[in-house]
């Protein structure tokens, strides 16, 4: 089964500080994608990173970065020195071949960056 | 702003009566997708269109809903005899793909909110 688990349903930081959002998924295929976006109170499910299974790189990106480990199958995401902006619901998800052309979604992590 | 483009963004119904939304990709994008969103849950797969086939149908796709895109461009999803349930943020989204192996970004819009009474 493909299945993408959020265990954190929210978090609150103080403005500065890092946080990190987990994101554990399962699938029995080799060839599968996973993404993160960023859904703030508007509705619009905003784009953050694509990674392929076959790059387990880290990527950073300003004060974002990921740490893929397909060991754990986890994909989990950091976000350094936080800022208010930055409070929203992050989803991260799998898109996987076999025909299925679709994202599996967590269930989302709430974040709130208080100043 | 040549993002994916849903319309209405908000639309309040009573129950019994259609409701169609429409999605624009982006263009030059084949692959388009339906999702829907109720709250604190992430967006559910309900319909894939690749060009204008209509390749992939969620179980939630109930009898009531059906969804269309014609010429391969704009879709609209349309649900009948709606019902309190139907209640919820439905996302557009579009990826440009040259096969089903191909992951490329998937976008979405803003969705269209739907309430029924």
């Known amino acids: 089964a493909q299945k993408v688990t959020q265990a954190q349903t929210e978090i609150s930081v103080v403005e500065k500080e890092d946080v990190t959002l987990d994101c554990v998924y399962e699938?029995?295929?080799?060839?599968?994608?996973l993404f993160w976006y960023k859904q703030p109170p508007s509705g619009e499910l905003v784009f953050l990173i694509r990674?392929?299974?076959?790059?387990?790189q880290n990527e950073i990106s300003g004060r974002y970065s990921w740490n893929f480990q397909k060991s754990t199958s986890s994909f989990n995401f950091t976000i350094t020195a936080s800022q208010v902006v930055d409070s929203a619901v992050y989803f991260c998800?799998?898109?996987?071949?076999?025909?299925?052309?679709?994202?599996?979604f967590g269930a989302g992590t709430r974040l709130a960056v208080h100043p | 702003d040549t993002g994916v483009s849903q319309d209405p963004r908000h639309k309040i119904t009573k129950r019994g009566q259609n409701v169609t939304f429409r999605c624009d990709p982006i263009?030059?994008?084949?692959?388009l997708y339906w999702y829907r969103q109720t709250l604190g849950q992430g967006p559910e797969f309900l319909t894939y269109?690749?060009?204008?086939?209509?390749?992939?149908k969620s179980r939630l796709l109930s009898d009531r809903f059906s969804a269309e895109r014609p010429k391969g461009s704009f879709s609209t999803l349309e649900i009948q005899r709606t019902e309190q349930g139907d209640s919820a943020m439905y996302l557009c989204?579009?990826?440009?793909?040259?096969?089903?192996?191909?992951?490329?970004?998937?976008?979405f819009g803003e969705g269209s909110w739907l309430t029924v009474v």
């Open positions: 990674r392929n299974s076959f790059d387990e």
């Open positions: 989204a579009s990826s440009l793909g040259s096969s089903t192996l191909s992951g490329n970004t998937i976008y």
């Open positions: 699938t029995r295929d080799t060839t599968y994608y």
């Open positions: 269109f690749q060009n204008e086939a209509q390749l992939e």
């Open positions: 263009s030059e994008h084949n692959r």
């Open positions: 998800a799998l898109f996987f071949s076999g025909g299925y052309n679709k994202l599996i």
